[in-house]
């Protein structure tokens, strides 16, 4: 199973669209990039599983646990920070998984390193991310208008704004 694990508030601050919303308020931050993945894994199929891992303030001993869809967000506890969680999920999972990790934490690209598994920088995160966007809307359009409706368009425009 190739799983992709990202270190969520590392992410979410070296996103611009995500880091403006931060501001404002966390937890819209938070969503946005949750919905922003979740679109992307609707859309491609490259990875079989996204987590995203963020730091918590809970007082309970376990891991916070919620699903969106296909995406699973891991909030850690008061005694474990993100960063250790990821490098546990490494440790469970990197001899039975093709992982890939994104962050730009070098705690964690060391341990990922160690385990075997693949980095993924935020920058490659986001390039991804908004590359497959662009690629789904152009073939949309390839798909939508053949070369006869885009003439006719084309001369319907020409027409309309005077020019020949």
């Known amino acids: 199973m190739k799983c992709l694990i990202i270190d969520g508030y590392n992410a979410i601050s070296k996103i611009k669209e995500f880091d403006a919303k931060k501001d404002i308020n966390l937890e819209s931050s938070r969503l946005s ?3 922003a ?3 992307f894994r609707h859309r491609n199929s490259s990875f ?11 007082e309970g001993l ?3 646990r919620q699903t ?7 909030f850690s506890n008061k005694d474990k920070d993100a960063d250790k969680v990821i490098v546990d999920i ?18 964690i690209k060391n341990h990922v390193r160690a385990f ?4 993924m920088s935020i920058r490659e995160l986001e390039d991804l991310i908004s590359l497959k966007k662009k690629a789904q809307r152009s073939k949309i359009i390839e798909k939508d208008i053949g070369n006869k409706d885009q003439d006719a368009i084309t001369n319907e425009l020409k027409k309309y704004w005077g020019v020949k």
């Open 33 to 35: 990039f949750i919905k």
């Open 48 to 58: 079989d599983k996204i987590i995203i891992v963020f730091d918590g303030k809970s």
């Open 116 to 119: 075997g598994c693949g980095i």
């Open 62 to 64: 376990g891991l916070g």
């Open 90 to 107: 490494l440790k469970i999972s990197s001899g039975k998984n093709k992982i890939t990790v994104a962050s730009d934490d070098n705690f």
């Open 68 to 74: 969106y869809g296909d995406i699973e967000v891991l």
């Open 37 to 39: 993945l979740a679109d």
